[in-house]
């Protein structure tokens, strides 16, 4: 089973600044990796796929790197409903499809 | 517009069956591998198993003993039955889509997730 790591756990950043999210696989999944932003009590939302391809929808602050094991969601310019958690999944390596352990943007 | 519509019994005891159901609305229900995924109380996503069209399915090794996925393609619905659950088993319990058959992918759409106890 492919490890997903997301660091930090918690991430604090001021509104307008740029926050940087981390997720590392414990084996190389290509470029085969999804970002997704989850509200509370919301269901998660495809922010990102195949690493780096915004989805439908998902304002340009929103970006995506990285290949192999590392990689990174960028978002440029914090707005207010930013401030939620995101999740990595790998879907290189099937069944399962495993996921990080979230990462929280919170108010500085 | 593709939307996935969830239900199911909310409150179990332990030994039960956890029985769940998801409704697809706005397409067809070939094509995409439909998945349930689970979230416990404050902490991060796993995935249960999922079921394509064809009936094919996969589930979490972990889970595999207890985990049913089934579908009526007539109705284009699918089910979850989870037996003999346990206090460890409580979470929010999402339907999902995973785009396409053919090659491993994201889950692009989500239902709004039933919350399930499990509480003697």
């Known amino acids: 089973e492919i490890v997903m790591t997301q660091s930090p756990a918690t991430l604090s950043v001021s509104p307008g600044e740029r926050a940087t999210l981390s997720c590392r696989a414990s084996q190389s999944v290509s470029i085969n990796l999804a970002w997704y932003q989850q509200k509370p009590g919301q269901a998660p939302r495809l922010l990102i796929y195949?690493?780096?391809t915004r989805a439908t929808g998902i304002p340009a602050r929103f970006s995506g790197s990285g290949s192999g094991t590392e990689f990174t969601l960028t978002i440029s310019s914090l707005q207010s409903e930013d401030f939620v958690v995101y999740y990595c999944?790998?879907?290189?390596?099937?069944?399962?499809?495993?996921f990080g352990q979230g990462t929280k943007v919170e108010i500085k | 517009q593709v939307q996935l519509q969830q239900w199911g019994a909310g409150l179990l005891k332990p030994s039960e069956t956890l029985s769940l159901t998801c409704a697809v609305y706005g397409e067809s229900f070939s094509g995409h591998y439909w998945n349930w995924i689970r979230q416990p109380p404050g902490k991060g996503l796993e995935w249960i198993g999922e079921?394509?069209?064809?009936?094919?399915?996969n589930y979490k090794s972990s889970l595999q003993s207890r985990v049913t996925i089934s579908r009526d393609t007539s109705k284009n619905q699918f089910s979850l039955k989870l037996t003999s659950v346990t206090a460890a088993d409580t979470a929010v319990y999402y339907c999902?889509?995973?785009?396409?058959?053919?090659?491993?992918?994201?889950?692009?759409?989500w239902g709004r997730g039933t919350l399930v106890t499990v509480s003697s």
């Open positions: 195949d690493a780096s």
């Open positions: 999902a889509r995973r785009n396409g058959e053919n090659a491993p992918s994201y889950f692009q759409y």
């Open positions: 079921i394509s069209h064809s009936g094919s399915t």
């Open positions: 999944q790998q879907y290189n390596y099937w069944p399962p499809w495993t």
